[in-house]
């Protein structure tokens, strides 16, 4: 579907270039554009690079393991219904630190696994679960510690202070999770939440 939206809009932006002869004012701008997104991709690349480094030695020292622990009784509370010793429910854990700790590359697989997971545990397949929404839910809007790509972005792009955004990225993903898991036990309790 987004391929067709993309190609419609470069059928119509080309549509109305040539009709108001400006195509060759189409052309310098989509040249200038290309040399800026090859240059905004090296510098994001190397901010992530440095990101992902440090992530990664956050990892091998422990520390996400220390945040599962501590999200862990949290966890428990939020989805009932799962087993808390279940592959479900480490998978879903495993992916919210990831993307606590900004690693969205390590957290996508962990949140495949999880719904997969939680597919096994569902009794109706053709309909998705009260946890499964609220995973879906905590997933889209994760907490935030760390906002390794927005930084990067922030570097690449020329900011002299890159990082004074992580405070209010803490507080606005801490209020979005809050919003989206009330909403969620709201509409639970609306609908019924039996399962």
Known sequence: MINKLWFYM????????STGKRLEGLTEEIFSSLGASVELGIGLLGGMMLWCGVLKVAENSGLVDKISDFIR???????????????????????????????????????LKAMQELQQLNPRKDT??????????????????LPA??????????????GIIILPAVISSFAAVFT???ACKLLEKAYGGGR
């Open 128 to 145: 998705a679960t009260n946890a499964m929404c609220l995973f879906l839910v905590v997933n889209a809007a994760p907490i935030q510690m």
């Open 10 to 17: 470069i059928v119509i932006a080309v549509a109305f270039a």
């Open 73 to 111: 009784p949290l966890m428990k509370l939020l989805f009932r219904g799962i087993p808390p010793k279940s592959a479900a429910m480490g998978a879903m854990i495993m992916n919210i630190t990831s993307n606590m700790l900004g690693l969205g590359n390590a957290a996508t697989p962990m949140g």
């Open 180 to 182: 989206g898991v009330i």
């Open 149 to 162: 790509t927005v930084l990067s972005l922030r570097a690449s792009a020329g900011s002299t202070n890159p």
